[in-house]
């Protein structure tokens, strides 16, 4: 008998990504939508017919009850989120709501529900914040420098919560930056790629960009939402770091992708003041380590492809 799951976020990247994954699994998908996100399905352009959609939000209990009434899932993928970074300083209370105690509500509504409903909390690097660690694993201290890290850390932990109060199959993929053509336009990899393509259209001059220093772990989201599915599919819960290892800084990911076009990222990137974060993070790269031992899972897409598949994209986005 096919398993089902549910997929909050299932309008955005990852959401998008691991629905295509599970249909080609043998899954039955059911996604939450926020009302707001109907209008935004061009992610699940191609598959839109083979989910089912519901009316819900992380904010009210009662529509993730039902949800869950309705759906019956086997398995349950958190990955909404209001996920932006920089937005997290302009709106640290909706934040807090949606990320942080969004998760309790989900999982207490799963509690009550059907306790044996397997969880994924889609947690991320940024707990880990201005680590002292040169590698982030399992084992780091959490000391996140934003609101969106504070409220992902909290959902972090109350998921290692109710997994050890109440013995929920509940787990927490520590995800380090993962991106592909579908990443919004907002994040720093996206607004390369779709400048890039932008500048050697003719269609811009610049691009304007924070802290070239900074440096991040980037990997392929594709092979992020399988390391979720890989999660949930073990025999015991555990959390895991999900990341490529390598680090680079915004300036390689921008020279890389100028370098796609056969131009000097130099004479079209420039350093605006105001896009650098209030309590900047300097570098995260993850240690991946138990996740391919225990798992088997490892990434696939290296860096450098990564960033043509999405300048790639963006060309065709802009000439079609």
Known sequence: MARTALITGIT??????LAELLLEKGYEVHGLVRRASHRRLERLEKIVSQVHLHDGDL???SSLLRILQKSKPDEVYNLAAQSFVPASWNQPLFTGEVTAIGVTRLLEAIREQNRAIRFFQASSSEIFGQSCETSQSEQT????RSPYGVAKAYGHFITINYRESFDMFAVSGILFNHE????????VSRKISLGVAKIKLGMEKNIFLGNLDAERDWGHARDYVRAMWMMLSQGSPKDYVVATGKKHTVRDFARIAFECVGLDWEAYV???PALYRPAEVDALCGDASLITNEVGWKPSVSFESLIA????SDLKYLTN
């Open 141 to 144: 201290v959490a000391r996140p």
């Open 12 to 17: 955005g990247q990852d959401g998008s990504y």
């Open 180 to 187: 592909s053509p579908r990443r919004g336009t907002e994040f």
């Open 59 to 61: 904010l009210d209990f």
């Open 309 to 312: 598949e999405m300048v790639e």
């Open 270 to 272: 420039q350093v605006d």
